[in-house]
């Protein structure tokens, strides 16, 4: 099962695959795959940066979503908890937040494993900690944008949903997600753009993704212009492939809406 | 015919509900007491590993970062201002080309990463040494805080078009028509009735902007400029101490806050003739 699906995936492998970009044009260049170039290097520094986005997104979407479920509570305390939440994340610098998150979680598993007798030294993931890092920004940026969704559907659909005998979570499940999504959705579409420019900086606590894996090779083979260059064309062309397919995702939310 | 008889005696104000313990109460002071778990074990962090020693070292030092940080994003706004005029207007005529052209500037560097760019501009360019010395350019691009501000600049001026753009366009037609009604002249239209609308459209985009340029410059300390976040790197490459994080960390979100109240209150004395 998993040998054929590997064996797909190999196939359909944009970049060093049979019908790979490195592999047809990179032959004999810098880009060449395999040994003979950097093309397999750069391939896998892409691979990292998508996992790493998606990895982030649902994780941000749902902190954001509780957060602004807290910020526009009745209750006073929850409210101003949301508040120093977005306000903290909001104003430092991302690069900032994930050398915090970064060191801040390592020296803190390390008191707390020293309290438990153990001295080693402990080193984070820093796949997991740029994952945490980035998503704690992108939460308090979604926060803000789903608030501003929550505020622009009418009360008459939360008393709507009470005057069918809907459970609350079910009136939000039912009928306030699905108009929520379609009016945030350009919101997140541009989030979601910056989230995947804000992945290049995790390259910077050594996690291998296309900033690094272009950097290593600039420095090796002293093509600096030449590497940079694609890192900025990778970047170009996800940007490209998000923004085509988040046309089809806002398409499909607005199926419903009548057309005008 | 009725009368009334007697008078129905005063009763006392219905007693005040109490407010019943909910469970967005419990999960509000859960995480205001988290919260106050945090900053009182940074507080006390930050008093129990005081050092007036390092104090002393590496005050100034962040003093001078926190400068360079001002004087490099404030420059790099300014001259991005300049360069935006120019995009922002090709972005808006009606020729083809030059459409294309301000289009393609301002989707590449809204697209790609400043890391990246920074990173093609300082070392990539780097490479064309022998070139760039015999057009006498080498001084500019060997210097990584000329390189710093040049991609902040070439960045931000993409952004700046944009924002510009959407808030000329943002003004209805009729305010054209009326002026031309007028017999304005074109020049006079778009000084006096256009762009002093368009400014306050764009007054909050502005101000967003002019916040993510302070978050975004920090990534020029990758590239050995000693601004606030270069700053805090060296003294935590020295020290090992957490707190050097802690501080950088103070200086930019007061920047940000300050910036942002200056901004509210501006939006709310500009607005003035606004509001109803």
């Given at each position: 099962m998993s040998g054929w699906l590997s064996a797909l995936f190999d196939t359909l492998d944009p970049f060093c695959g049979p019908i790979g970009l490195f592999s047809w044009f990179g032959t004999g260049t810098l880009v060449a795959c395999g040994d003979a170039g950097w093309g397999d290097e750069i391939a896998f520094g892409v691979k990292v940066t998508i996992s790493l986005a998606l990895a982030t997104l649902p994780v941000g979407l749902v902190i954001g979503f509780l957060i602004a479920l807290a910020a526009q509570s009745q209750e006073k305390m929850l409210r101003l908890a949301a508040g120093i939440y977005t306000t903290i994340f909001r104003g430092l610098p991302e690069l900032l937040t994930l050398f915090i998150v970064y060191y801040g979680a390592q020296m803190m598993l390390q008191s707390v494993t020293a309290a438990f007798g153990y001295d080693g030294r402990i080193e984070i993931n820093a796949f997991v900690a740029g994952m945490v890092a980035l998503a704690v920004v992108f939460s308090s940026y979604s926060s803000e944008v789903l608030l501003s969704a929550f505020r622009a559907i009418p009360r008459g659909q939360y008393e709507a949903g009470d005057a069918l005998g809907l459970r609350r979570w079910r009136t939000m499940i039912l009928i306030i997600l699905p108009q929520l999504i379609r009016i945030a959705l350009p919101g997140l579409t541009n989030l979601w753009l910056i989230l995947l420019k804000d992945t290049s900086y995790v390259s910077v606590i050594g996690l291998a993704d296309i900033v690094r894996q272009t950097g290593i090779a600039a420095r090796v083979s002293k093509e600096a212009f030449f590497f940079y260059f694609i890192a900025c064309l990778l970047y170009l062309i996800l940007a490209m492939i998000s923004s085509f397919g988040l046309g089809f995702v806002e398409r499909w939310a607005k199926r419903s809406e009548v057309a005008r | 015919m009725s009368v009334i008889n007697e008078l129905i005696p005063p009763r006392p104000a219905p007693a005040v509900l109490e407010r019943p313990l909910t469970a967005?109460?419990?999960?509000?002071?859960?995480?205001?007491?988290?919260?106050?778990?945090?900053?009182?074990?940074?507080?006390?962090?930050?008093?129990?590993?005081?050092?007036?020693?390092?104090?002393?070292?590496?005050?100034?030092?962040?003093?001078?970062?926190?400068?360079?940080?001002?004087?490099?994003?404030?420059?790099?706004?300014?001259?991005?201002?300049?360069?935006?005029?120019?995009?922002?207007?090709?972005?808006?005529?009606?020729?083809?080309?030059?459409?294309?052209?301000?289009?393609?500037?301002?989707?590449?560097?809204?697209?790609?990463?400043?890391?990246?760019?920074?990173?093609?501009?300082?070392?990539?360019?780097?490479?064309?040494?022998?070139?760039?010395?015999?057009?006498?350019?080498?001084?500019?691009?060997?210097?990584?805080?000329?390189?710093?501000?040049?991609?902040?600049?070439?960045?931000?001026?993409?952004?700046?078009?944009?924002?510009?753009?959407?808030?000329?366009?943002?003004?209805?037609?009729?305010?054209?028509?009326?002026?031309?009604?007028?017999?304005?002249?074109?020049?006079?239209?778009?000084?006096?009735?256009?762009?002093?609308?368009?400014?306050?459209?764009?007054?909050?985009?502005?101000?967003?902007?002019?916040?993510?340029?302070?978050?975004?410059?920090?990534?020029?300390?990758?590239?050995?400029?000693?601004?606030?976040?270069?700053?805090?790197?060296?003294?935590?490459?020295?020290?090992?101490?957490?707190?050097?994080?802690?501080?950088?960390?103070?200086?930019?979100?007061?920047?940000?806050?300050?910036?942002?109240?200056?901004?509210?209150?501006?939006?709310?004395?500009?607005?003035?003739?606004?509001?109803?």
């Open positions: - | 967005a109460k419990v999960v509000g002071m859960g995480v205001l007491v988290l919260w106050a778990i945090l900053a009182m074990g940074l507080l006390s962090m930050v008093i129990e590993g005081w050092d007036p020693a390092k104090f002393e070292r590496y005050g100034p030092r962040y003093l001078n970062g926190l400068w360079t940080t001002i004087s490099l994003v404030g420059i790099s706004i300014v001259l991005g201002a300049i360069l935006s005029l120019p995009i922002a207007f090709a972005r808006m005529s009606k020729n083809r080309v030059l459409n294309a052209i301000a289009y393609a500037y301002v989707y590449v560097f809204r697209s790609t990463p400043l890391l990246a760019q920074l990173f093609l501009i300082y070392y990539g360019l780097g490479s064309f040494r022998p070139q760039l010395e015999s057009v006498g350019l080498w001084w500019f691009f060997r210097e990584a805080w000329y390189c710093g501000l040049f991609s902040l600049t070439i960045n931000t001026a993409a952004y700046q078009a944009e924002i510009l753009r959407g808030a000329i366009q943002s003004v209805p037609r009729g305010q054209h028509e009326g002026a031309a009604a007028l017999g304005i002249s074109k020049r006079i239209t778009f000084l006096k009735v256009i762009l002093p609308q368009a400014l306050i459209v764009a007054l909050r985009p502005y101000g967003n902007e002019i916040i993510l340029m302070i978050k975004g410059s920090a990534v020029v300390a990758i590239v050995t400029v000693f601004d606030l976040m270069g700053e805090t790197r060296y003294a935590f490459s020295r020290t090992f101490d957490y707190q050097t994080y802690l501080w950088a960390a103070i200086f930019y979100l007061s920047m940000v806050e300050a910036l942002r109240h200056l901004w509210a209150f501006l939006e709310r004395r500009l607005t003035r003739h606004l509001t109803r």
